[in-house]
Every structure is written in C-alpha cells, then in structure tokens.
C-alpha cells in the first residue's frame, strides 16, 4: 500500500513518531523535521501497515517489543501466511520486486523498456533494453514484462516474487486473454492478435513460473518510486539505444528520478 497523508496522521501521535515505527519505516530516530516528506506515497507492506497502527502512542520500548510480538502471535494462532507478511525473524530472507515498463517516443517510434529491481531495503537494481526502432508502447511494455518474468525464472528465493507493471494490457494478455486465444489456436474473433508472437512466448514463461510470482498492476506516473524508476530506464533505453540490458549505474535514487519521462 502506499502511504497517504492520512495514513501520516493515523499512526502519529503528538505528530511524531515512536522508536519502533521510525525503524519500521527506515528513519532516523529522533525524527528531523523533514520526515513526513519522506515517507509520504512510499510503498509499504500491509503487514507493516498493520504494525505501525498498532503502535501509535507515547509507549515505552518494551510496550513496543510486546504489542510486535503479540501481533505475531495473532498472525501464527490464527494460522495468516499472506504473501505480505514479513516477521521480524525473517528479515534476512529474500523479498524481491521486480517494476517493469515500458516507453515509446513516437506511436509507433523508438521504444525501449526498463527495469526496477528491489531486494528487501537494499537500493534496487536498474536496468534499461530491448530497444525497438519501430515499436509501439504495447511492445515495449510486453518486452519489459517478458524481462521481468525471466528475471524472476532465474533468481533463486523462497518467497513469491511479485511483478509490478502500469500496463493493464500486458498484464491481461498474458495471465488472461492468452488462455481464451490459446484455446481456439491463437485466433481471436474480430481480426488478428498484435503482437502475438511476443505474447505466446511471454505467456508461455509465464506458465512455466507462475506459482512462484505474483502479478500486479499498479498506476503510473502517480508517484510510485519503482515504477517512476523503471519509466526512467525505459526512456533511457531509448535516449542510449540499448539492446541488450544494462546496468544503470546511480549514487542517489533522487538523481534518476529527475531524469526526463515521457
């Protein structure tokens, strides 16, 4: 979930923050007086979520520890094992996200797709490819879905890899309408599927991992830190005509996210 304004002003008390919620939150603690700013439509667990709410008040340390372990306790008596759920005893594990998207300069144009690599609070890996001199921005999309699904093919974890894209068509067609066209031997009533080979195989890997991954649309351009990056990668794959993936190399996540969109 993404933090909202009033989600500030729920888990705050006397507007600030206690201990455990700065570290649930990646802040310093005391808190400067910028840190409103910094969370605010950050992305959270909903596990995290629940936590933070559950601590808001002035309590001491040890009523934090308390309220953290008998919230674990409800979770493991009541048998709860979401997919969103990160113990303390488990922050070791790997909990990766993968952002995908997709740019076009021109439709059709040059595009170029981009990718936002989280591991837990590690700063995400960036990469920037599959540029198409003439391409749409379904294409490019598609390309950084397919990249994605290949990424989460080849990472070894214990936990559900979850694919972020802003593309509703991509998602559809692949974890959706594929299986109607598939069905009637990749036709469709109305005329002919675009880009259909780029569809079978992504589709296809997708069968191959899918109870190992989650997919999930999210809104772009709405502020999103992962998908905002994975747009400016798109754009740089065009801007740098890169084919094959890269590697962005970056100091501060602040300075790609300055980097033009489109």
């Given at each position: 979930?993404?933090?909202t304004?009033e989600?500030i ?8 923050l ?17 840190w409103k700013e ?11 979520a ?7 008040g ?14 674990l ?10 997919k969103?759920?990160e ?14 998207d997709?740019?076009?300069?021109g ?10 690599i ?8 960036l ?7 003439v ?6 999309e ?5 990249q ?6 080849q990472t ?9 894209s802003d593309s509703?068509y991509?998602?559809?067609c ?8 598939k ?10 599927i675009?880009?259909?080979?780029l569809?079978?195989?992504t589709?296809?890997?997708?069968e ?22 994975a747009?400016?990668?798109a754009v740089?794959?065009?801007k ?10 970056y ?9 033009n969109?489109?």
């Open positions: 979930m993404l933090i304004k989600f002003e729920l888990i705050s008390y006397d507007d600030t206690n201990k455990t919620q700065s570290k649930i939150l990646d802040l310093p603690f005391p808190l400067d007086e910028n910094k969370i605010l439509e950050k992305e959270i667990l909903r596990n995290d629940n936590r933070l709410m559950l601590l808001t002035k309590l001491a340390i040890k009523a934090q520890e308390q309220i953290l372990k008998n919230y306790t409800v979770l493991d008596f009541n048998n709860i094992k979401s969103d759920v113990k303390e005893t488990n922050d070791d594990e790997e909990h990766i996200r993968i952002y995908c997709g740019a076009c300069s439709n059709p144009g040059f595009a170029g797709s981009g990718l936002a989280y591991s837990n609070k590690r700063n995400p890996v990469l920037h490819g599959d540029f198409v001199e391409g749409t921005n379904n294409i490019a598609l390309n950084a879905l397919y994605a699904l290949v990424i989460a093919k070894s974890s214990e936990n559900i890899i979850t694919i972020f509703k991509s998602i559809d692949i974890t959706t309408w594929a299986y109607g066209w069905a009637k031997g990749w036709t469709k009533k109305g005329g002919e675009k880009n259909l080979e569809i079978k195989k589709h296809d890997l997708y191959k991992i899918k109870e190992l991954i989650e997919i999930k649309h999210v809104k772009g351009h709405s502020g999103i830190e992962g998908n905002e990056l747009d400016r990668m740089t794959a065009i740098e005509k890169t084919s094959n993936y890269e590697i962005y190399s100091d501060k996540i602040d300075e790609v996210l300055k980097l969109s489109y």
